[in-house]
């Protein structure tokens, strides 16, 4: 069955019925105050923070699902009848559903009973409040007489604290409604909050106890309030706070009423006072719009693949945002109570997103720098709020090395992104602290993260592998000092050639040459030590004990290093071996299993750690992990295989799912990180949807090496691998606030290679696009061939 589409005109996401398989969801806000809703309005806020700042609750694995949200409950007056126009939480039989998650937020209409009722989320641009804006239209006969009821439930500022300190945060939680402005106020004798819940209408009654609005043993399906018809003016003085107005509504046939509801975490009665005026909606909506439209401006493609092509202008850049904005903290499958930001995550959401927001992606790099230690690694985790850092994961074993051996390498490859994407090679002279509080420029940052895993060594001369490398799940390092990870020794490569070639490209060729020479080697060690005969084998033990080889049971075959071979610019012959090894022992019609064949038995398997506490075919044992996926675009971008490039990029695209929703579960509109794989009974069941590394791979392996269109340190490279049955592709692109309006056609329909490239009709050598930096717009033509 579907249960949505994309409205073509619009990007946006329209679900067509309210009992989608699991709750689809969108986030609002632009990263300070903001949150998740759903589909049917469930979902919760938070300010800054979605641990210590908590503003809204939500239940997690509870049941009914999806629950509390953002409600409203419409009542008629003479026959007591009520309904949810979201349709949650009543869940009454509504007519017309309709949910339209777009950019920043959210509209659900339904119609009950004569009555059209709309109601839209958003947060105003630079605001730290949300509005739920509700339209009830009389569609029907007669004149109608109607209560409308509010429902916010507050959560204490501390998240953990509110589920597992009920007493305290239970005693210490109050909320009233202040008797001049009419506002509902949360408030706390221990923590300066005051939560705030207001409304546009005239108020005929309030509530601000959960009780007394559910009742004991009520429910948000059937709460009591609406059982009787009217508020019960509480004021709650301990326990569950909510926000709660009635609202008295009379329609005459074809008229309609607009009610603004605004909560938000702290109180401002001037805000209050704006959005009294239900008019300024439109041009605060306007203005939200604005800024997407310009966000989303900064990149758009027109390519034969029209499914493609949405993911790309609209849904993959939302994603990405939300990933830089929120990391891993706040989903539907992160309860926004532990994980700060990853170091590595945070790195490698920058890569999709430089383009569009450079300052941002500036301040997210140093903010991470600060987080390494003058030897070279990072912390693994860092918390924004406070920028302090921890080891994440590795804590959870302090027997095992407390760093993790890539966090660093992404780091460097993120800084060398932003450089080429901005040409800011001022940004390495910048003073950087380290984690100790001594300073170093960037460039010593780059120096010493090189250094670190330079030093740090393990079987074969390979990089040894800490906690766990880019899986945090493979964990064979117990200190003997043999664990090695040849998936980091690819990085590595990559990362000596990005930083060889930014010295060679600033004047500097002694470094950059002493660079190559330690690239070579290192790719020579790989070579001569992790090649197993059709692929490149994952690690060693700390018994010097491969993993990831044929000769053995088990994972045999891993996909990280068949990728990265082709990324860490291996051996062509033997990289493209690998990609082959991989589509014939890995592939799936959902995309790439991460290993073959799955750890099965009893217990964990102590030499390889985490990966063997999943079951076969789930997560990084062997499931379909879309992350890692994507690197399979990358790779076959850069092999010139442009069959498999799109075939693999197709795989994982979420709107080529519309039709398998049922087996899949999550949104179609937006990545998720995992699929259950082939060895798993549910295989095809998607997983851990919205916050995951996917989105920002996923977009740069079909805009920068399927489209093939890349920054470099003095211009854009124009370097296509697609179908050879395109016979073209068109993409718009900013780049370094210059337009380049990219026309590339295909006549000979070949998979790769460039004919000619014209730049304002004149002739460029080579495929390199000039940084012209001058605001203006310039229109590139690529002949292929
Ligand atoms: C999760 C983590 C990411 C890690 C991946 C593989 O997605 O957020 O950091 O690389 O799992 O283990």
Sequence with gaps: ?????????????????????????????????????????????????????????????????????????????????????????VKEDVDDYECRHGPGYTTIESKYDGIA???????????????????????????RQLGAFSYVEFSFPDALADQTN?????????????????VIEAYSSAEEISYTHATSAEVVGFDTQRREFVGQYGSLEEPAVLEAGAARNSQATHDNVIGSFEHDLELE??????????????????????????????????????????????LQVETPDAEMNTMLNVWNPIQCRSTLYWSRTASRYQAGLGR????????????????AVPDQVRETLEMLWKLQFPDGHAWHQVYPLSGEGDAGLATEDPSKPQWFSDDHLFLVLGTVQYLKETGDYDFLEADIPFEDGSTGTVREHIERAIEFTDEHRGTHGLPRMGYADWNDSLNPDDGSGEAASVMVAMMY??????????????????????????????????????????????????????????????????????????????????????????????????GF??????????????????????????????????????????AAGLLGDGERAHQYYRQLLPLAHDDVADLRRVEPYVYCQNVLGPAHEEFGVAKNSWLTGTASWAYVGATQYLLGVRPTFDGLVIDPTIPAEWDGFEMEREFRGATYEIAVENPDGVESGVASVEVDGEKVDGDVVPAFEDGGSHEVRVVMG
Excluded at 340 to 348: A, C, F, K, N, P
Excluded at 536 to 553: C, N
């Design 166 to 182: 009920l007493d305290w945060t239970g005693q210490i939680m109050r909320a009233r409604v202040d008797e001049e402005s009419g």
């Design 340 to 355: 700060g930001m990853g170091t590595r995550d945070s790195s490698q959401d920058t890569l999709s997103i430089v383009h």
């Design 1 to 89: 069955m579907t249960y949505g589409h994309v409205d073509k005109e619009t990007g946006e996401y329209v679900i067509e019925r309210p009992d989608t398989p699991t709750p689809w969801i969108n986030y609002l806000g632009e990263g300070v105050y903001g949150g998740i809703v759903s589909n049917t309005g469930g979902g919760y806020s938070f300010y800054k923070d979605p641990k210590n700042r908590r503003v809204t609750r939500y239940r997690y694995n509870a049941v009914p699902d999806d629950q509390p949200g953002r409600y409203v409950y419409l009542q008629d007056r003479s026959s007591g009848e009520y309904w949810s126009p979201t349709w949650q939480p």
């Design 593 to 634: 299993a991460l290993l073959d064949p799955p750890w099965e038995g009893e217990g964990t398997i102590d030499r390889i750690g985490g990966t063997t506490t999943y079951p076969p075919g789930a997560k990084e044992n062997g499931g379909i992990f879309c992350h890692a996926h994507t690197w399979s675009v990358v």
């Design 253 to 298: 046939p074809g008229e309609s009423e607009r009610i603004v509801f605004m909560t938000a975490p702290e109180r401002d009665d001037d805000r209050i006072a704006k959005y009294d005026d239900p008019s300024v909606i439109e041009s605060e909506f306007e203005a939200l719009q604005a800024e997407w439209d310009d966000y989303l401006s900064t």
């Design 493 to 590: 490569c990559r990362v000596l050639k990005e930083v060889a070639d930014l010295y060679e490209f600033l004047g500097e060729d002694d470094r950059a040459a002493e660079l190559r020479t330690q690239r070579a080697e290192e790719s020579e060690r790989i070579d001569d030590h992790a090649w197993d005969g059709e692929w490149y084998t994952r690690a060693y033990d700390d018994d010097g004990r491969v993993i990831g080889s044929a000769s053995e049971d088990y994972q045999q075959i891993s996909l990280n290093t068949q990728t990265w071979a082709a990324l860490g610019g291996l051996d062509d012959e033997r990289a493209e071996r690998a990609m082959e090894s991989a589509h014939e022992r890995l592939n799936t019609e959902y």
């Design 117 to 143: 009722a709309e109601m839209t989320y958003f947060v105003p641009l630079g605001e730290d409040c949300e509005l739920w804006v509700l339209d009830v239209e009389n569609v029907g006969e007669g004149t």
